[in-house]
């Protein structure tokens, strides 16, 4: 089998990330392994460890170089080209864009098999507005002309790719967590609290996501304000950056809860972000909308007690009251009473992390979910 995985870009996101650790197993079991970019990295972004993981796992590289992700024409006739030449059978675009110009290409290379992968639950946004429509639009109609098969990478995903595009048969495989690359450390984190100015004799609680609406750092804020007047002392970590930053901090002097919230405001280096999970008692993401909470995977894999909301790929990943903690979006107060519980009972955590780990072990991990995409690719080329 030879395989091509279309990206936007090579950048060390999370999604790509995800893309690296299963086409890597899938190189290493035999298969030809392709990946291109529509577009070169984007400048502030270092794509070096993945480019390194890839050429150590023999995957080849290419990059169409197109001034706009919007040029499909060029960016269809450069993927046909180039799939011709290594005799491809079959593409896999990731995400929007890049599944848009796989689909583009059904007219130029009718023998080769085209599938796309959906990884959010973006067409669930409120206020989209017209531009929302549109682009709805364009996707469905160029993905029913141009694609074969469908994946998502959890049950909400699938749900709303088929209910917002009219889809059927949209398979679900999750994405990989490395589980033997991302063990629990004992962290000393008198280090980390001068690194980042925090409080090292409280409890920490650790929110590695952007700071954009989605993720709901406001109610957080707001839950910290709660546990602060029921005279909890602890400390939230909230390490990302985003468009909403400056907003947050307001929030957080507005609440009176400098003290018990620090938002970092600035992407944290993955090694550091590693070492801050195995130095907090928590971490917590109280998502509004989530297409698989990747976050939470690695955290679980830490054996690290999950926070999460009932919502997206957290139905799929955690079990509440056995892994973690799942309460309602948008509700503080539930949240506050969710990290009061954890933060009392320390038995209560360590049970809920080792339980987690085992669980990301068994059935998330990178092996068995090759096996899946290995078994899709397979069914799509009509093999058995």
């Not at 068995?368 to 078994?375: K, M, T, V």
Request: glycine content about 8%.
């Amino acid at each position: 089998m030879r395989l091509m995985a279309v990206l936007e870009r090579i950048a060390s996101s999370g999604t790509e990330w995800q893309a690296v650790h299963i086409l890597c197993e899938l190189a290493r079991r035999g298969i030809v392994v392709d990946v291109v970019s529509l577009q070169a990295p984007p400048p502030k972004a270092d794509p070096t460890p993945l480019r390194d993981a890839l050429n150590k796992a023999g995957v080849e590289q290419f990059e169409l170089g197109l001034g706009h992700r919007w040029n499909l024409a060029e960016g269809a006739c450069k993927l046909a080209k180039l799939a011709r030449d290594r005799k491809t059978d079959i593409i896999h675009g990731r995400l929007y864009f890049a599944g848009i110009h796989v689909a583009a290409t059904s007219s130029l290379l009718p023998r080769t098999r085209r599938v796309v992968s959906f990884h959010n639950v973006i067409y669930d946004y409120p206020n989209q507005g017209s531009l929302d429509y549109l682009r709805r639009y364009i996707e469905a109609t160029i993905l029913k002309m141009g694609i074969h098969a469908f994946a998502a990478v959890s049950t909400s995903a699938a749900e709303s790719y088929q209910r917002n595009l009219h889809l059927r048969g949209v398979e679900v495989i999750p994405n990989a967590v490395p589980v033997d690359t991302i063990t629990p450390l004992s962290i000393d984190r008198k280090p980390l609290a001068l690194q980042f100015g925090l409080r090292a004799e409280v409890p920490w609680v650790l929110m590695p996501a952007r700071l954009v609406f989605e993720k709901g750092h406001t109610y957080l804020i707001q839950a910290a304000k709660t546990l602060r007047m029921w005279g909890l002392d602890f400390q939230i970590i909230c390490a990302g950056y985003g468009p909403l930053l400056d907003q947050l901090r307001r929030q957080v002097v507005a609440d009176s809860v400098q003290s018990q919230v620090c938002i970092l405001g600035y992407e944290v280096p993955r090694s550091d972000l590693m070492h801050l999970m195995d130095a907090s008692e928590i971490v917590v993401l109280p998502s509004l909308f989530e297409g698989f909470p990747n976050t939470a995977a690695e955290a679980m894999a830490k054996a690290k007690p999950i926070l999460g909301t009932t919502i997206g790929g957290f139905r799929d990943l955690v079990t509440s009251e056995n892994h973690g903690l799942l309460v309602p979006p948008r509700d503080a107060t539930a949240i506050a009473k969710a990290l009061e519980r954890l933060l009392g009972n320390k038995e209560f955590r360590s049970t809920l992390g080792t339980a987690g780990r085992e669980r990301v072990k068994d059935h998330f991990g990178v092996l068995s979910i090759a096996d899946r995409w290995e078994n899709f690719y397979l069914r799509t080329l009509g093999r058995s």
